[in-house]
């Protein structure tokens, strides 16, 4: 049974900075997605092992950064600069097998999920 276990949301206010973990029980490809009230899930970033590659979505490229330590099934994401338009659950997803770039951004592609962390950002 595979396990992925978030922490590290909150409420903060605007411009402040906030980091997030991720365990997962094996060693598996990692992302985070986040999901705001009456939207859809989408993704944030991840990580290919494989080819030591970051990629981001639009909206968080230059305040996000993820990293990670393969060897200890963990993933982490530094939010620097938080809007109140990053209020969201975080939630982290993992597979077994690496993703196609085209396929990283669809939730279904990924089958294991954390339980997700509130991120308010707020004044």
């Known amino acids: 049974q595979v396990q992925v276990t978030e922490s590290g949301g909150g409420l903060v206010r605007p411009g402040d900075s906030l ?3 991720c365990r997962a029980s094996g060693r598996m490809y990692m992302a985070w997605f986040r999901q705001a009230p009456g939207k859809e899930r989408e993704f944030v970033s991840t990580i ?11 909206s968080v490229k230059g305040r996000f950064t993820i990293s990670g330590d393969n060897a200890k099934n963990t993933i982490f994401l530094q939010m620097n600069s938080l809007e109140p338009e990053d209020t969201a659950v975080y939630y982290c997803a993992a597979r077994v097998n690496r993703l196609v770039l085209s396929g990283i951004r669809a939730p279904e592609n990924w089958p294991y999920w954390g339980q997700g962390t509130q991120v308010t950002v707020s004044s």
Request: proline share 0%; net charge positive.
């Open 19 to 21: 980091r997030l973990s």
């Open 48 to 58: 290919d092992w494989s080819q030591n590659r970051r990629h981001y979505s639009d």
